[in-house]
């Protein structure tokens, strides 16, 4: 059996990755493609308990570490039940979220070192990476105000804009050093628009 494509989407706050993902979702399962749509942090029992602990706010201050670690141990939680599996049987996984995450937020973004976040992907989920990685790249002021409309912020979406921002470069370094894997949309335009470009990325891999 042909091994299952493996699909990430990842962007800043409010960029709109829930809204492309019903709209992937609904294209793919429309062109006959079995999909598993899943989320990190989280995607299995254990690890959407480790997301509420890292999403919450509480009074003790959350050491950047013991923030990467989790995010880590939610990962290989993830990979090892959920998506390895799906993948080995011929399934496409479609992700919120995955490691380029741990590599802008907790790398760029809480300047934790590049090299150890290398060394904790390649313990993980070692060759286990997305084929195709779309980033939904959004002026960080913009993204915020939609996120605000949306619900309360989250402890990770209470941070400075200074933290956003870093994110953004993060995510815009790593796709220009990647070019083959990620793909670049650009979600300032409406929906419509981000959903125009997806097809067109998608309607190339199949
Ligand atoms: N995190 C981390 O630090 N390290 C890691 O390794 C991992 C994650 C894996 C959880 O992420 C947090 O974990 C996240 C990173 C961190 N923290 N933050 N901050 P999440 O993915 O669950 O949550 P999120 O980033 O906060 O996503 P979101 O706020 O749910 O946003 P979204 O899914 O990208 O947006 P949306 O819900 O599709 O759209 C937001 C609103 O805008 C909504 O009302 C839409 O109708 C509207 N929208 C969407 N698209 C458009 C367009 N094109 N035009 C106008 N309006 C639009």
């Known amino acids: 059996m042909n091994r299952g494509r493996f699909i990430s989407i990842e962007g800043g706050e409010g960029a709109g990755k829930s809204t492309s993902i019903?709209?992937?979702?609904t294209f793919l399962?429309?062109?006959?493609?079995?999909?598993?749509?899943?989320r990190e942090p989280g995607g299995t029992e254990i690890a959407e308990k480790i997301r509420a602990l890292l999403l919450e706010h509480h009074q003790e201050k959350v050491d950047p570490y013991a923030e990467l670690l989790l995010m880590f141990a939610a990962r290989r939680q993830h990979v090892s039940q959920v998506i390895e599996p799906a993948l080995a049987q011929g399934k496409w996984?479609?992700?919120?979220?995955?490691?380029?995450?741990?590599?802008?937020?907790?790398?760029?973004?809480?300047?934790?070192?590049?090299?150890?976040?290398?060394?904790?992907a390649r313990w993980v989920h070692g060759d286990t990476n997305p084929d195709c990685t779309f980033l939904l790249d959004l002026d960080i002021e913009?993204?915020?105000?939609?996120?605000?409309q949306r619900n309360a912020l989250?402890?990770?979406?209470s941070e400075q804009m200074s933290f956003f921002a870093?994110?953004?470069?993060?995510?815009?370094?790593?796709?220009a050093a990647e070019p083959g894997r990620f793909r670049v949309i650009d979600a300032s335009q409406d929906i419509a628009g981000v959903e125009a470009q997806l097809q067109g990325v998608l309607e190339a891999m199949i």
Request: aromatic letters at 12%; charged letters at 20%.
């Open 29 to 38: 399962l429309q062109q006959g493609i079995e999909l598993l749509s899943t």
């Open 142 to 148: 913009v993204g915020m105000g939609r996120a605000r």
């Open 22 to 25: 019903a709209f992937i979702q």
């Open 93 to 120: 996984v479609l992700c919120d979220r995955f490691t380029d995450a741990s590599y802008a937020y907790q790398g760029y973004g809480r300047q934790l070192p590049m090299a150890f976040i290398d060394e904790l």
């Open 166 to 175: 870093a994110v953004r470069q993060g995510y815009l370094s790593r796709a």
């Open 154 to 157: 989250d402890r990770i979406e």
